[in-house]
């Protein structure tokens, strides 16, 4: 019977050690493909910042920006975006409150270029995407940029709470952990994605497996009857709303679950 497998990339198909994806889970998620199962990423990251080192395991799909641009078998079935308007009022909260916030879309992230971001998670984030020669818009106010969500970095919680004043109109606050926060579009979620893909599929909640290790997993850890957190995952609370808790990603997590679920022999 075709089963399906939903994997989150950063600490669940990455080894939460050095970052890199474990020779093992490749091979896993390799053989079970040859096997007839399908496999797909499901992460908060939108598509661009898929890197190729991912793409080129071999998955059939993508759910990328928790739920808002999802691709089958190589075509792009679902794409949801903010207006210029709505990412310009955030763009100015995000200027009134001082934090930093970084836009994402399906081809390109952005950070404010009006202002260099000042939280040292947020500057190592920019350096990131500067290493990887990512080419960031220079002009926010031009009516063709649009985002599809978006996270922040602030360094006092009066900071937040004013800045969702405008953005909690439009998306749902998903506490990260620290100062850090990420905005997805109301009504969307990794686990909206997933429902989405069994549709085009025509697969059932049963046949579906997530994989996940921190609360932006929580919508499609808590959505299948069967769901994996990895061991590393934090906060520890996952593990009791999940099905089965494997090792961690850098021990074999993925291969030992899609082992324990019959994916592979």
Same mark, same amino acid.
């Given at each position: ?6 994997f !989150?990339i ?6 939460? *050690? ?6 093992? %889970? ?8 040859? %096997? @007839?199962?399908?496999?797909?990423? #499901? ?5 661009? #910042? ?8 071999? +998955? ?9 641009? *999802?691709?089958? !078998? ?15 009022k ?18 390109? =992230? %952005?950070?404010?270029? %009006?202002?260099? &971001? ?11 995407? =500067? ?5 960031? &818009? ?5 009516? #063709? +940029?649009?985002?599809?969500?978006? =996270? ?12 969702r004043?405008?953005? !909690? ?14 905005f ?26 997530? +994989? ?18 990895? @061991? ?6 996952? +593990?009791?709303?999940?099905?089965? =808790? ?18 592979i022999?």
């Amino acid at each position: 019977m075709k089963k399906i497998a939903f994997f !989150d990339i950063d600490g669940t198909l990455t080894s939460e *050690i050095d970052g890199e994806v474990p020779k093992s %889970a490749i091979d896993a998620i390799r053989a079970a493909r040859t %096997a @007839g199962h399908l496999m797909f990423i #499901n992460t908060g990251r939108c598509f661009q #910042n898929v890197e190729p080192r991912f793409r080129e395991i071999g +998955f059939d799909g993508y759910v990328c920006g928790c739920g808002t641009n *999802i691709y089958c !078998d190589g075509k792009e079935i679902l794409h949801i975006a903010q207006t210029h308007e709505t990412t310009m009022k955030l763009l100015h909260q995000a200027r009134k409150t001082g934090v930093d916030i970084a836009f994402e879309s399906r081809k390109e =992230v %952005a950070f404010d270029p %009006a202002r260099a &971001p000042k939280h040292p998670d947020a500057i190592r984030q920019y350096e990131d995407f =500067v290493e990887r020669r990512y080419i960031m &818009p220079e002009n926010l106010e031009n009516p #063709n +940029f649009f985002c599809d969500k978006f =996270v922040i970095w602030f360094e006092r919680p009066e900071q937040l709470a004013t800045f969702r004043e405008v953005s !909690d109109r439009y998306f749902e606050c998903i506490d990260r952990g620290g100062n850090f926060r990420e905005f997805v579009p109301h009504g969307y979620s990794k686990a909206t994605g997933i429902q989405y893909v069994l549709d085009y599929y025509k697969l059932s909640k049963e046949d579906a497996y997530a +994989f996940g290790d921190s609360n932006n997993d929580l919508p499609m850890l808590s959505y299948l009857p069967n769901s994996v957190a990895m @061991g590393n995952a934090s906060p520890k609370s996952l +593990f009791s709303q999940v099905s089965y =808790v494997t090792k961690n990603a850098s021990a074999n997590g993925i291969s030992l679950a899609l082992k324990h679920f019959g994916f592979i022999s």
